[in-house]
Every structure is written in C-alpha cells, then in structure tokens.
C-alpha cells in the first residue's frame, strides 16, 4: 500500500508560523503532483496548495502571500510552510499525490491537525 505521512501540525498563536512535511514511499514520485488540502469542522475539503514536478503552482487565493509549498524530489517528500496564519487556518491538513499518467490513481495521507488560536 502507498500511505503519504504528514507531520509538522501542531498549536500555534495567530502570526505564527508551521512547516508540515508529507513524505511518499512506494511511487514514481515526479509522476505525481502533490497537493495539500485542508478540511475545516462541519466545512467541505478545499485545496490549499499544489506543486507538479514541472510546472506552475497553484495556492488558494487564502494562501497566496502566506503559505509556500515546495517539494525535495530526493527525498520523496513535499512541504508546506505557513506564515501569519489565522484562527480560519484552523483545520486537518491532508496530503495528496496525484498520478499524472491515471487520473484515477491518487493517495491520501491520514491528515496533521493545525490548530491556531490564541
């Protein structure tokens, strides 16, 4: 089985700041794009982020200018730093590798909880 892992959640102040990791074993990982989403209580799953090996990168128009994703091709992991992040931030956040040879094929991570609050 591919099981992405997601690390890195954890409780911090608003204007803080979180880097969560996401690593992939078992995949050609340049064949996928990787993807953050986060899911808020009682809200549906929303994109946050996502990084294809080549190519551009897309963020929520909430994250432009405060959330970074990045991927170590090496390492078979990718990254999602977050600045200034708000109370709203609140939410599991979910890893995503998407195959783009099957559109059908893709693996979620089990989801790192951020909290902020003061």
């Known amino acids: 089985q591919v099981q992405p892992v997601e690390s890195g959640g954890g409780l911090v102040q608003p204007g803080g700041s979180l880097r969560l990791s996401c690593a992939v074993s078992?995949?050609?990982?340049?064949?996928?794009?990787m993807g953050w989403f986060r899911q808020a209580p009682g809200l549906q799953r929303e994109l946050v982020a996502a990084?294809?090996?080549?190519?551009?990168?897309n963020y929520a128009d909430s994250a432009k200018g405060r959330f970074t994703i990045s991927r170590d091709n090496a390492k078979n992991t990718v990254y999602l730093q977050m600045n200034n992040l708000k109370p709203e931030d609140t939410a599991v956040y979910y890893c995503?590798?998407?195959?783009?040879?099957?559109?059908?094929?893709?693996?979620w991570g089990q989801g790192t909880q951020v909290t902020v609050s003061s």
């Open positions: 078992g995949i050609d990982f340049r064949l996928y794009i």
């Open positions: 990084i294809p090996n080549t190519g551009q990168i």
């Open positions: 995503n590798a998407a195959s783009v040879l099957n559109t059908q094929l893709s693996y």
